[in-house]
């Protein structure tokens, strides 16, 4: 069984910064896809950005100029580097890794962002 586990969270006045980091078991490299997402409350999750076994970023509109995901290849994490936050961003935030047809997530670090 593939674990996921995220740290990082915490509280930060808005416009400060944060890093998320996310360890799965096994190497990062053998998911296809890793990838960070968030829930704000009351609110769907939706997808925040993502890094491939090749090392092909992505981010949401959202985020993109704010927001940095990254692998660290010996920490064996993929981590999520988060600047000028703003009180929307405050959710909790899940990783999940993605291997062919399988998925693997996380059970989410709480984000808060205080105006």
């Known amino acids: 069984q593939v674990q996921v586990v995220e740290s990082g969270g915490g509280l930060v006045q808005a416009g400060g910064s944060l890093r998320l980091s996310c360890r799965a078991s096994?190497?990062?490299?053998?998911?296809?896809?890793m990838g960070w997402y968030r829930q704000a409350p009351g609110k769907q999750r939706e997808w925040v950005a993502s890094v491939t076994s090749g090392g092909s970023t992505s981010a949401s509109d959202s985020v993109k100029g704010r927001f940095t995901i990254s692998r660290d290849n010996k920490k064996n994490t993929v981590d999520l580097e988060m600047s000028s936050l703003k009180p929307e961003d405050t959710a909790v935030y899940y990783c999940?890794?993605?291997?062919?047809?399988?998925?693997?997530w996380g059970k989410g670090t709480l984000v808060t962002v205080s105006s």
């Open positions: 999940k890794a993605a291997r062919s047809a399988f998925e693997y």
């Open positions: 096994g190497s990062i490299f053998s998911f296809n896809v």
